[in-house]
T-cell receptor
Framework: KQEVTQIPAALSVPEGENLVLNCSFTDSAIYNLQWFRQDPGKGLTSLLL?????REQTSGRLNASLDKSSGRSTLYIAASQPGDSATYLC????????????FGKGTKLTVNP | EPEVTQTPSHQVTQMGQEVILRCVPI?????FYWYRQILGQKVEFLVS????????KSEIFDDQFSVERPDGSNFTLKIRSTKLEDSAMYFCASRAGLYSNQPQHFGDGTRLSIL
């Protein structure tokens, strides 16, 4: 059974700092991996999707990497801003035709002005 | 930018009652999903729906639950005889489906409170 873990559970950084969020998954047989942002009481906003054949994806100040064989992904946020404060979720879609996403519990990020 | 919309944003229901959660997926999307998130826990997959039928469901999605696409725009989740443990945030999502590696897009959720 696929399990997704995100460490740390919470992270507090000063504005302007570069930071890395970690995601690990137990079964390397994945189709893709998606990073989401969740604001309090809100839905999930898709940030980046990495296909299993890709190593990284970039969108603005965000860069996500994938090492499928070791079961790891990282989300790098450059020059963090207070508006980046949110919970960041990692989710994998298993191989084999499954449509479901298996989520981690998330990392709650606070960027202090 | 197109988005998934869910109504109501908050639903309060007495235990044992039936509840219907409504979603309007992004237009022209082909795959539809329901997930739930119990407070403080992970987001969990419930069901996926394609071509007017359930394509996959989780162990959580038992006979108490059903989904329907009653017309060309709405996608609903019905929970019969609600229990206290059904209290959660329920998210609807959709995916374009033209290419398998397109992302799922989520709505803002319906907070369901069972009293």
């Amino acid at each position: 059974k696929q399990e997704v873990t995100q460490i740390p559970a919470a992270l507090s950084v000063p504005e302007g700092e570069n930071l890395v969020l970690n995601c690990s998954f137990t079964d390397s047989a994945i189709y893709n991996l998606q990073w989401f942002r969740q604001d309090p009481g809100k839905g999930l906003t898709s940030l980046l999707l990495i296909q299993s054949s890709q190593r990284e994806q970039t969108s603005g100040r965000l860069n996500a990497s994938l090492d499928k064989s070791s079961g790891r992904s990282t989300l790098y946020i450059a020059a963090s801003q207070p508006g980046d404060s949110a919970t960041y979720l990692c989710a994998v879609r298993p191989q084999g035709g499954s449509e479901k996403l298996v989520f981690g519990k998330g990392t709650k990020l606070t960027v202090n002005p | 930018e197109p988005e998934v919309t869910q109504t109501p944003s908050h639903q309060v229901t007495q235990m044992g009652q039936e509840v219907i959660l409504r979603c309007v997926p992004i237009s022209n999307h082909l795959y539809f999903y329901w997930y739930r998130q119990i407070l403080g826990q992970k987001v969990e997959f419930l069901v996926s729906f394609y071509n007017n039928e359930i394509s996959e469901k989780s162990e959580i999605f038992d006979d108490q639950f059903s989904v329907e696409r009653p017309d060309g725009s709405n996608f609903t989740l019905k929970i019969r005889s609600t229990k206290l443990e059904d209290s959660a945030m329920y998210f609807c999502a959709s995916r374009a489906g033209l290419y398998s590696n397109q992302p799922q897009h989520f709505g803002d959720g319906t907070r369901l409170s069972i009293l």
